[in-house]
C-alpha cells in the first residue's frame, strides 16, 4: 500500500471530468486500496479518483463518527438516482487545504455503485454520508466545492488554500 499526492485547487486535472472503470482489475483494487490509505492519513472523510491523478469513476467514503468503528465504503462508476430535501453542512475538501464553507445539498440521496467485487448494489444515505456522496460524485465530474459559493466567498477560500499551500512549503 502506498500514500498517494492529493492534487490542490486549482490543479486543472481536478477540472477534468473522469471515465468510467471498465473492468476491476488487480490495479483497480490496488488503487482503491492507496485512495483508502490516502483519506484515512490525510485524514479526511472522502476522496475521488481524480483527486489523486487518476481520471476514473471511484471515490470511497467513511462517514463513521470519531467514536464508531470505520466504515468504509468504496463506490466504482458511481450513479446517483434520487436526490431529496434540503441540508447545509460545513464542508471541507483534501483538495482545498485549511478551507471550510457551507454547502447547501439535497438532504438524502440514493446513489448506484459497484463495490471491489464488481457487484452493484444501491445505498440510501442522509446526513454526512448523503453529503459527502454529493460531494466525491461532484469530483468525478470535475464539479468542485468552490463552485456552489458567491463570488466573495470563492475569493476568500482561494485564499485560505494558497495560504495553506505556502505554510505547508515553508
Ligand atoms: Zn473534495
Known amino acids: ?12 486535472r481536478l477540472r477534468e471530468a473522469a471515465k468510467p472503470v471498465e473492468k ?19 485524514p479526511g472523510c472522502g476522496l475521488a479518483a481524480n483527486q489523486v491523478g487518476v481520471p476514473l469513476r471511484i471515490f470511497v467514503i467513511d ?14 462508476n458511481p450513479e446517483i438516482l434520487e436526490l431529496d430535501g434540503v441540508q447545509v453542512w460545513e464542508e471541507g475538501c483534501l483538495s482545498f487545504p485549511g478551507a471550510t464553507e457551507e ?3 439535497a438532504e438524502r440521496v440514493k446513489v448506484k455503485a459497484l463495490d471491489r467485487d464488481g457487484k452493484e448494489f ?24 468552490i463552485d456552489k459559493l458567491s463570488a466573495l466567498k470563492k475569493r476568500m477560500m ?13
Not at 1 to 12: E, G
Not at 131 to 136: C, G, N
Open 103 to 105: 454547502i447547501k445539498r
Open 1 to 12: 500500500m502506498a500514500l498517494l499526492p492529493i492534487l490542490k485547487y486549482p490543479d486543472p
Open 158 to 170: 482561494s485564499k485560505k488554500v494558497e495560504k495553506a499551500k505556502a505554510e505547508a512549503r515553508a
Open 24 to 42: 476491476i482489475t488487480p490495479e483497480i483494487l490496488e488503487l482503491v486500496e492507496n485512495m483508502a490509505e490516502t483519506m484515512y492519513d490525510a
Open 122 to 145: 444501491t445505498l440510501e444515505a442522509d446526513g454526512l454520508l448523503a453529503v459527502a456522496v454529493q460531494h466525491e460524485n461532484d469530483h468525478l465530474n470535475g464539479v468542485l466545492m
Open 63 to 76: 462517514a463513521a463518527a470519531e467514536d464508531e468503528p470505520s466504515d468504509l465504503k468504496i463506490f466504482i
